[in-house]
């Protein structure tokens, strides 16, 4: 990839995505970006009792409260449990670096306490060969993340931010270097209830050097309750990602007055837009097609079939699908590509036990 300060190939590239691309680009070192929140996880299995017991529903993602923080010693002391590195933003970027297996193509921004948390979620990223650029506060522990597992393989999610909440504008502003080296732009949705001031500025650069700018739903309570620096972000947003249940909440919200996901992926698309890219939006379903609305259609994309014994659990997999379609994506390949490695990340990943790498890729 030349010139990715000027971003100008990368637009004309974004332009002819939906046709093939016999060549890829070489992606250069820093050419995706991710700003999120770097959470160690803390995941194990529970019955649906502890679920009730901390006021948990499966299959959701919230921020912890303070009547679910003793529920972080409970796991700790009465439950064997597995410690990964997470944060939704920096567990894509791990995978699409894994996948572009060239080490420093991916950098990753986010606020840690300085504590051993810290230092195994460095050694982690860095393992990965992800360039991880961390703010260090005093003051505050390193985030964590509840992955609640039950027997069904449903899954909840609750994070206690606590340092990933403390990001600042100044640590961007004094690493500006980084965010100008790159060309590709990923956050998940969970930094706008951190700093939505510092995604805009990472947007706006996005849009003024014609660069690409990615987006995730993330989680339903996004929509409700961040929606206004959500809409803010929205313009810029040149592909956004989120499942059935997430885009659900988001028609709701918009009043869009139809639950057909692929009436529903056409008006996402269609929300305002600051160029003249049209937006690419992308719907997981869990086991059910992926549906994409580009060029003016839905299409749909089938997963790869796994049998129920060889999924270990589900926790990730988004993650996974959003790392495997960025790797492709930064490449310049087309639609059918990026979904093609985001099925084999996502399947990858719920053979595993967390958002975990245990051996090179193999993906064609």
């Known amino acids: 990839m030349s010139d990715?300060?000027?971003?100008?190939?990368?637009?004309?590239?974004?332009?002819?995505?939906?046709?093939?691309?016999?060549?890829?680009?070489?992606?250069?070192?820093?050419?995706l970006f991710g700003l999120g929140n770097p959470l160690l996880d803390i995941s194990t299995t529970v019955s649906e009792d502890f679920l009730y017991k901390y006021d948990l529903k499966a299959d959701n993602a919230i921020l912890a409260?303070?009547?679910?923080?003793?529920?972080?010693?409970?796991?700790?002391?009465?439950?064997?449990?597995?410690?990964?590195?997470?944060?939704?933003?920096?567990?894509?970027?791990?995978?699409?670096?894994?996948?572009?297996?060239?080490?420093?193509?991916?950098?990753?921004?986010?606020?840690?306490?300085?504590?051993e948390f810290a230092t195994k979620l460095l050694e982690k990223a860095k393992a990965s060969g992800l360039n991880v650029n961390y703010?260090?506060?005093?003051?505050?522990?390193?985030?964590?993340?509840?992955?609640?597992?039950?027997?069904?393989?449903?899954?909840?999610?609750?994070?206690?931010?606590?340092?990933?909440?403390c990001y600042t504008s100044k640590h961007l502003d004094k690493n500006w270097d980084q965010v100008e080296k790159a060309s590709l732009f990923y956050s998940a949705g969970f930094h706008l209830t951190v700093n939505p001031e510092a995604?805009?500025?990472?947007?706006?650069?996005?849009?003024?050097?014609?660069?690409?700018?990615?987006?995730?739903?993330?989680?339903?309570?996004?929509?409700?309750?961040?929606?206004?620096?959500?809409?803010?972000?929205?313009?810029?947003?040149d592909y956004l990602f989120g499942n059935e249940t997430?885009?659900?909440?988001?028609?709701?919200?918009?009043?869009y007055g139809t639950e057909d996901l692929k009436e529903i992926v056409k008006k996402i698309s269609e929300e305002e837009k600051?160029?003249?890219?049209?937006?690419?939006?992308?719907?997981?379903?869990?086991?059910?097609?992926t549906l994409v609305y580009e060029g003016g259609e839905v299409k749909e994309f089938p997963v790869i079939p796994i049998k129920e014994e060889d999924i270990v659990h589900t926790d990730g997999a988004g993650d996974a699908f959003v790392g495997g379609f960025l790797a492709q994506l930064i490449q310049g390949k087309d639609i059918e590509e990026c979904i093609k490695c985001a099925?084999?990340?996502?399947?990858?990943?719920?053979?595993?036990?967390?958002?975990?790498?245990?051996?090179?890729?193999?993906f064609k």
């Open 4 to 31: 990715s300060d000027s971003g100008e190939p990368v637009q004309k590239k974004a332009k002819e995505i939906s046709k093939p691309a016999p060549d890829c680009w070489e992606v250069a070192e820093g050419a």
């Open 65 to 115: 409260e303070d009547k679910h923080k003793p529920m972080y010693d409970e796991m700790v002391k009465n439950v064997d449990v597995q410690y990964t590195p997470g944060g939704a933003t920096q567990n894509s970027l791990r995978i699409a670096q894994w996948i572009l297996d060239k080490p420093n193509q991916a950098t990753f921004f986010g606020c840690v306490g300085k504590d």
């Open 135 to 165: 703010e260090e506060n005093e003051k505050e522990a390193t985030g964590t993340c509840a992955v609640l597992i039950t027997d069904n393989l449903s899954r909840s999610l609750c994070a206690n931010l606590a340092a990933a909440n």
């Open 199 to 237: 995604m805009l500025k990472i947007a706006q650069h996005s849009y003024d050097k014609k660069k690409m700018y990615c987006f995730n739903l993330s989680a339903p309570f996004l929509s409700i309750e961040f929606k206004e620096p959500l809409l803010k972000l929205l313009p810029y947003v």
């Open 246 to 255: 997430e885009a659900l909440v988001f028609s709701e919200q918009q009043n």
């Open 274 to 289: 600051k160029s003249e890219k049209a937006r690419i939006v992308v719907i997981t379903q869990g086991e059910d097609p």
């Open 343 to 362: 099925n084999y990340t996502a399947n990858y990943c719920i053979r595993q036990s967390g958002t975990s790498i245990n051996c090179r890729p193999d």
